[in-house]
């Protein structure tokens, strides 16, 4: 099973930047998948974005379209999500996930990173 680790959330205002890092590491070959997840007090877990292995992305969620960017270097193992314009309804833990074994279902998943955006 795939191990990961996420870097890079924190607190920033309204229409702030931040970019989430996930390090993949464990016996995979690195053929998979990767994703990012997020979670609000209150709310469900919810698919933000996916990257195929090629580092194409094939998926986004409708409320992050045009200001998230999802990304890959599978040299380094690891993958990104760029957040630009950040709004206070981004407020969420984030979570880096690889390994799909169904539609917008993850095997592995990171222990996840804070990110608030104040307004």
């Known amino acids: 099973q795939v191990q990961l680790v996420e870097s890079g959330g924190g607190v920033v205002q309204t229409g702030s930047s931040l970019r989430l890092s996930c390090e993949a590491s464990?016996?995979?070959?690195?053929?998979?998948?990767m994703g990012w997840l997020r979670q609000a007090p209150g709310k469900a877990r919810e698919v933000v974005a996916v990257?195929?292995?090629?580092?194409?992305?094939?998926y986004y969620l409708d409320s992050v379209k045009g200001r998230f960017a999802i990304s890959r270097d599978n040299g380094k193992k690891t993958a990104y999500l760029q957040m630009n314009n950040l709004r206070p309804e981004d407020t969420a833990i984030y979570y880096c996930?690889?390994?799909?074994?169904?539609?917008?279902?993850?095997?592995?998943w990171g222990p996840g990173t804070q990110v608030t955006v104040s307004s």
């Open positions: 464990g016996p995979s070959d690195g053929r998979y998948a």
């Open positions: 996930a690889a390994e799909l074994v169904g539609p917008l279902d993850f095997r592995s």
């Open positions: 990257v195929s292995l090629s580092g194409v992305p094939t």
